[in-house]
């Protein structure tokens, strides 16, 4: 099922490019949350109100959490993962306004993501452990090592397969019934949903910005 309307790709056709709805929200996405910091950068208050407000609040507890799930290492990391859940949030959100497409509706950004927070899993292991990371790929009992390496190897593989599958069956999925209602009856009956799909954006904002710091956190870690 295809949106009624989407804006951005009504301008790409005037435009005559052909980028991908994901692609050209991604960067609109991309681009508010720039605008966004510039503008609250230059207007910086001692008494915080509005956006500045909700940023200060926003952000002292995404650092609580990651401090407490990641310990005090976990700090260095606060900027990948405060990045990564706006990013998420405002994407889920966008969907919600109409004429609009949520760029985590799309398997292409999700993976993208997932990917990253993948990648920067063993990388930060690496930095932190050098070659003695991949113990962890062995287990707490060396004879066990030929069993669990494979286990372990799948249960990384799968990590980034389950973050995007999980955003994208989520966030598709309430585009969909949203899109259903909004042709059936596009005034009053669709608001509950829009309110729910609220609760669902930020909901699955946090899962996602939780399980990447548990996995990151894991790699933190000692091997044993």
Known sequence: MTHPFIFLEWLEQQLHLNLGNHVTYTWLVMALLILIAVLVKNNIKTVPTGIQNFLEIAIDGIE???????????KTYFP?????????LVSNLIGLIPGFYPPTANLNTNAAIALTVFAMTHIIGIKEHG???FKHFCGPIGWLAPLMIPIEIVGHLARPLSLTLRLFGNMFGHEIVLMIFFTLVPFLVPLPLMLMGILVAFIQTFVFMLLAMIYIAGSLEEAH
């Open 80 to 88: 990948l993962i405060a990045t990564i859940a706006f990013f998420i």
């Open 64 to 74: 609580n959490m990651v401090e407490e799930t990641m310990g005090p290492k976990g």
């Open 131 to 133: 070659i003695g990371y």
